[in-house]
């Protein structure tokens, strides 16, 4: 079963994550594979455990970097929910190629599989109500690009991808401003084409957001009933988004109380890979 269609990552920074994983990988040279005879081999790639795939560029990218000759015939797409025990692709290359980028390549599609799958689960969960699932910047050094990419494969949405494509006020920006009021009118002042987070602790807080305007309220570390009270007060005026505390088994009830958004930092910093193996040799028959 396949998600629904994301568009790719950016060439050039998978290009880049990928010439930066061979390099620490291979160094000087990978002394092991020198001791194989450099012939034409074949591979399989099987997936242990059943997941929702995600990382194909990358993949692909790190066998192409060692042998630019090499064919890869996928039998999933990017986003298809797969069964453990299924055959993802099949290789024709050089020896010595495919075993070097045998572990970068893994370790790309292992890693943004497990927070795609993760990233599924969760959207799952939310099924049927108007919340969206939104990821954080809590991602792994070097590779916030990819793993925010992998939210999307799994059918979540992302939030700001760094410090320059939105503002967000929150409680230490409003505290130096002096009031959500005057933090909200320096920020569209300054930057008026951006979007607007606001980050409130209180429902006074929440009201004076709603007053002043925003692109989005977020409600951190709200209980039940004051949650409710805050999606009651909003009215649908400004979108809601809940963080904080949050996590698989309460997402269900927090969804169902009504608010548009749940970030969950979980998504990329909770990294759970997905079990992978390449092994040389045709695909078993069965």
């Known amino acids: 079963m396949s998600a629904a269609v ?15 994983a061979l390099a620490e990988d291979l160094g000087t040279g990978d002394v092991t594979a020198a001791l194989l005879p450099d012939a034409p081999e074949s591979a399989y790639l099987l997936c242990k455990e059943d997941s ?24 999933v797409a990017e986003g298809d929910r797969v069964r453990a025990g299924s055959v993802l692709a099949t290789l024709q290359g050089r020896t010595r190629a495919l075993v070097s980028a045998e572990r970068s390549s893994l370790n790309f599609l292992q890693t943004l599989s497990g927070t795609a799958t993760l990233t599924a689960a969760h959207v799952e969960a939310v099924r049927g109500t108007r919340a969206r699932i939104l990821d954080t910047r809590k991602t792994l050094p070097g590779l916030r690009q990819a793993q925010k990419y992998a939210v999307r494969v799994g059918g979540g949405d992302n939030h700001r ?25 320096a920020a569209r002042a300054q930057q008026p084409c951006l979007p607007l987070i606001v980050e409130v602790e209180t429902l006074d807080e929440l009201r004076d957001a709603l007053d002043a305007g925003c692109d989005r309220i977020l ?27 949050v996590d698989l088994a309460s997402l269900r009830t927090i969804a169902a109380d009504g608010v548009d958004c749940i970030s969950i930092g979980g998504l990329t ?17 069965n």
């Open 6 to 20: 994301v568009a790719p990552p950016p060439a050039d920074a998978v290009a880049a994550d990928v010439e930066r």
């Open 52 to 75: 929702v795939i995600c990382g194909r560029p990358w993949f692909d990218a790190c066998h192409r970097a060692l042998d630019p000759d090499v064919r890869i015939d996928w039998r």
């Open 161 to 185: 991808m760094g410090l320059y494509d939105a503002v967000m006020l929150k409680e230490n920006h409003v505290r130096a401003a002096g009031s959500i009021a005057a933090a909200i009118a």
């Open 219 to 245: 409600i951190d570390d709200f209980d039940a009933a004051t949650r409710r009270e805050a999606v009651r007060i909003a009215g649908g005026r400004i979108p809601l988004e809940v963080s904080g505390g």
């Open 269 to 285: 910093k909770h990294v759970q890979a997905v079990d992978l193996s390449l092994k040389l040799g045709p695909p078993p028959s």
